[in-house]
């Protein structure tokens, strides 16, 4: 069995990994042994947490997810040419009254100890 988020629900992760499945031409194939993750507000219920519990498996979602997850033995990334590239972005909402507060995180977010932290979750910053 294999866990991953619903692409349904909208999600890039899931989004990407269906469209993987599809082009391998294995989508039909493994559609019986897929368990979706399709609450994605409940950690309980995400694929590595599936995974752990014993409710499938394998997961197939972001590393940074699954890192988070005690009792997983990571795989490894996928190789380069099956990886989606997943953005976050950060910004401050126009006449907010937290604007000293939001540029402080920002600052933060810029700081060489957070980059290594983001590296250490399996994420890569961005290019500046």
């Known amino acids: 069995s294999i866990a991953m988020p619903d692409p349904s629900l909208g999600g890039s992760c899931g989004i990407h990994i269906a469209k993987m499945l599809e082009r391998f031409g294995i989508a039909e194939e493994l559609r019986p042994r897929i368990v979706l993750?399709?609450?994605?507000?409940r950690e309980d219920e995400m694929p590595g947490s599936?995974?752990?519990?014993?409710?499938?498996?394998?997961?197939?979602h972001q590393i940074q997810e699954l890192l988070?997850?005690?009792?997983?033995?990571i795989g490894g990334p996928l190789p380069d040419d099956l990886k989606g590239d997943f953005l976050f972005?950060?910004?401050i909402r126009a006449g907010t009254t937290r604007e000293?507060?939001?540029r402080q995180l920002l600052e933060v977010?810029?700081?060489p100890k957070t980059l290594e932290l983001i590296k250490s979750k399996g994420m890569e910053p961005a290019a500046r």
Do not use: F, M, T, Y
């Not at 993750?37 to 507000?41: E, F, G, L, R, V």
């Not at 599936?50 to 197939?60: D, F, K, T």
């Not at 988070?68 to 033995?73: D, I, N, S, T, Y």
């Open 50 to 60: 599936l995974v752990a519990s014993g409710r499938a498996e394998i997961a197939l």
């Open 100 to 102: 000293v507060a939001g």
């Open 37 to 41: 993750a399709s609450n994605p507000d």
């Open 89 to 91: 972005s950060a910004g």
């Open 68 to 73: 988070a997850v005690p009792g997983l033995e």
């Open 109 to 111: 977010l810029r700081r």
